[in-house]
């Protein structure tokens, strides 16, 4: 196993090129799911404002409105006093002004805009504000016209109960996508830097003509030369990707273990894997030194990941950049895992579309394979 | 030991081995000489199965050498022309490396690898890398990786190439010294002061085919010349230049830039007869030197050109 232990022996020499992958890895997973703590998106909250009013109407209308806006928010009664107001506008001790003009009822009834809100310049809390007073007053003129008394059309809104959202939960996952798939969207990014930089350099290292013309004359067959360094593909592809699944077991191992579509997530992990020992096949065939290769890798890496939604989510590219992405292996991994961390449990057709796109990155690693071994005959011929 | 015979080899419309005829024995340093591209590295590959020939035949250890000959390529060490060792591996690790696509036992490849590092005197570099070493100690390391299973024989193609001195002569010594341990070596150079020095037979090639092969002293006996006479600083006229010319056992004097060479036959007194002759016809000179015939005259006296043309 001499050409196998050589293999090993220069990976471990690359010790550090490992590392350094996955502490970027562990980084942005760790900063991603801080971002998405509860992975089921943003949440809003209602603000309470701090409101003046001042009613110059002081008719029926007016103190409903400011009745009903208590209920939402710190409203006080302020004196027509345009000095005071403006004072207590410019120390932010008041959000919003409310003048309430006289006749406000007849203009109300005419259609015209009667309530005046003031607020200071670059803020937008009055937008808020204004479209509550609208709502509240589109439905009392509603109820009015329909013949109802202004106190009584108060009192209808006032009772309308508050609209319920029901998520239609479709895939049985409560509409949350779980902490791992996270992890797992950047799997492709850290398998095709580390095993490209760590298994090109070798490839190429062992592809020095005189290298390779010694080893040719050696004890050793080539058959079996190439068996070995295979299998040292497999052994280094392999170890990297338990120590990936080692990584996302220690971070969310009791939300993997309770995933009934770990399984599929672990299969595309692994045919990613191989895809990218493809990569590094073809990149340590396609480099002329040793340093070439992360030169290749370097850039290869970055735009497959971000053309394939491992930055940037599938959901967010624009359908001329999907389209481009669909030539590109990562895509179809996300697409994978993309479905997986919408659906608890998976549909026949989502399956066969899981198997489908699994095919379709063993068929880019047959072809990064196909094109290095013609590299490799044509470097021969070359010679 | 080898045997080559009627060897063809073509490159598109280039012929690089021209029915290349070669025999070397057990217990020889053989000495492949030519200028570059005469066809040694090619004859060399063939030897090897690295590259495929187009005709002839070549039988190494009584057998036929093919891609597969595990047996024979077992009892082969090879020392490439350029530096074959991985940039990312130690010194140690690089000797320890090659030496395990022959050798599986472990307390036997322990030793050899020592022996190795002995014998290239490289035992202070065994953890720097090949890029921390000079030119000089990467040849070492080349030449280590090599010989370190011990091989019957070895193949160097131009180890000294771009070496320093001292390095150059420790290589010398040391395939002196392998050879003495047994092995035979076959050594390809441009470098004839090398051939001359340490080989025991010669085949000097030119244009892929073997023009000459024998020992130094059967090589230097095929040519007329016997010995060549340099005067320097002489200052002499035509008259007196004929009158050289006309001494027994001198056959060609070139005079150039104050400089006269005169090639003679194979004589005694050579060089006192022409002593006598300055001295009665009163030619001042500078320095006078004599040379035995090297294999440069050899190369160029049946090429009509230099060996480093």
């Not at chain 1, 803020?123 to 007073?133: A, C, K, N, P, W």
């Not at chain 1, 052994?235 to 939300?255: D, K, Q, T």
């Not at chain 2, 000097?204 to 059967?218: F, K, L, Q, V």
Request: neutral net charge; contains cysteine; hydrophobic residues 40%.
């Amino acid at each position: 196993m001499t050409v196998f232990n050589c293999y090993m022996k220069i990976a471990k020499k690359n010790i550090n090129t490992i590392i350094m992958y996955f502490v970027i890895f562990i980084t942005i997973s760790l900063a991603m799911v801080s971002v998405y703590p509860d992975s089921g998106g943003i949440k809003f909250t209602g603000t309470k404002l701090d409101i003046g009013v001042v009613d110059r109407d002081k008719s029926e209308i007016s103190e409903n409105i400011i009745k009903y806006l208590t209920k939402f928010h710190n409203v006080e009664a302020m004196d027509d006093d345009i000095k005071e107001l403006q004072e207590r506008m410019y120390y932010y001790d008041k959000d919003v002004i409310i003048q309430i003009p006289e006749k406000f009822a007849e203009k109300c009834t005419a259609g015209e805009t009667a309530i005046d809100i003031t607020q200071q310049p670059g803020e937008y809390d009055y937008m808020y504000l204004e479209s509550q007073i609208n709502d509240l007053m589109n439905r009392i003129i509603k109820y009015n016209i329909a013949g109802y008394s202004i106190n009584e059309s108060f009192k209808k809104v006032s009772d309308t109960p508050k609209s319920k959202v029901t998520l239609l939960d479709t895939n049985g996952n409560n509409g949350q996508i779980p902490n791992f798939a996270y992890l797992f969207r950047y799997f492709p990014y850290i398998s095709i830097a580390i095993l490209g930089n760590v298994l090109g350099i070798i490839v190429c290292s062992f592809r020095k003509r005189e290298v390779k013309n010694r080893m040719s004359v050696s004890a050793v067959s080539m058959k079996r030369q190439s068996a070995e360094a295979f299998l040292a593909f497999i052994v280094i592809g392999i170890f990297i990707w338990l120590g990936f699944l080692a990584v996302a077991l220690i971070l969310n191992g009791r939300e993997m273990s309770g995933n009934v579509n770990i399984a599929y997530y672990i299969l595309n992990s692994f045919v990613v894997m191989v895809m990218s020992l493809s990569i590094a096949f073809l990149a340590g065939m396609l480099a002329k030194k040793v340093h070439i290769v992360n030169i290749i890798i370097t850039p290869v890496s970055l735009f497959m990941s971000f053309l394939g939604g491992v930055f940037v989510p599938l959901s967010v590219l624009n359908s001329t950049v999907r389209k481009a992405a669909r030539f590109v292996p990562v895509f179809w991994y996300e697409e994978i895992n993309d479905t997986l961390s919408k659906y608890a449990k998976l549909p026949d057709e989502v399956i066969r579309e899981v198997w489908s796109n699994i095919g379709i990155q063993l068929l880019f690693t047959l072809m990064f394979i196909a094109v290095a071994l013609a590299v490799s005959r044509y470097q021969r011929q070359e010679r | 030991m080898i045997k080559v015979e009627n060897l063809v080899k073509r490159y598109g419309s280039i012929v690089a081995l021209d029915h290349l005829n070669l025999e070397i024995d057990e217990g020889e340093i053989f000495g492949l000489l030519g200028p570059n591209g005469s066809g040694k590295t090619t004859a060399i590959s063939c030897m090897l199965a690295l590259l495929k020939y187009d005709k002839g035949s070549i039988k190494i250890f009584g057998e036929q050498i093919k891609p597969d000959s595990y047996n024979i390529k077992r009892r082969i060490g090879i020392v490439p022309q350029n530096i074959a060792v991985f940039d990312e591996l130690s010194v140690y690790e690089n000797i320890d490396y090659f030496c395990g696509l022959y050798i599986k036992n472990k307390t036997e490849k322990k030793k050899l690898v020592s022996d190795a590092i002995e014998f290239v005197g490289l035992e202070n570099y065994t953890k720097r890398k090949p890029g921390q070493l000079s030119g000089g100690l990467l040849r070492r390391l080349n030449i280590a990786c090599g010989i370190v299973h011990k091989p019957e024989l070895i193949i160097m193609d131009e180890p000294t190439v771009a070496v320093d001195p001292q390095s150059r002569n420790k290589i010398l010594e040391g395939i002196e010294e392998l050879n003495r341990g047994g092995s035979t070596i076959i050594y390809t150079s441009h470098y004839m002061e090398e051939v001359e020095q340490i080989c025991t037979k010669v085949a000097i090639i030119d244009g892929g085919r073997c023009i000459a092969s024998g020992t130094n002293e059967e090589l230097k006996s095929m040519i007329k010349t016997g010995e060549t006479i340099t005067v320097e600083n002489i200052f002499i006229n035509s008259e007196q230049l004929t009158g050289i010319k006309n001494i027994q056992h001198v056959f060609d004097v070139v005079y150039k830039d104050n400089i006269l060479v005169i090639r003679c036959s194979s004589a005694k007194h050579n060089l006192v007869k022409i002593m006598n002759y300055m001295q009665e016809h009163d030619i001042s000179f500078g320095r006078v030197f004599s040379e035995r015939p090297t294999l440069n005259d050899v190369f160029l006296e049946i090429t009509g050109k230099q060996l480093r043309d």
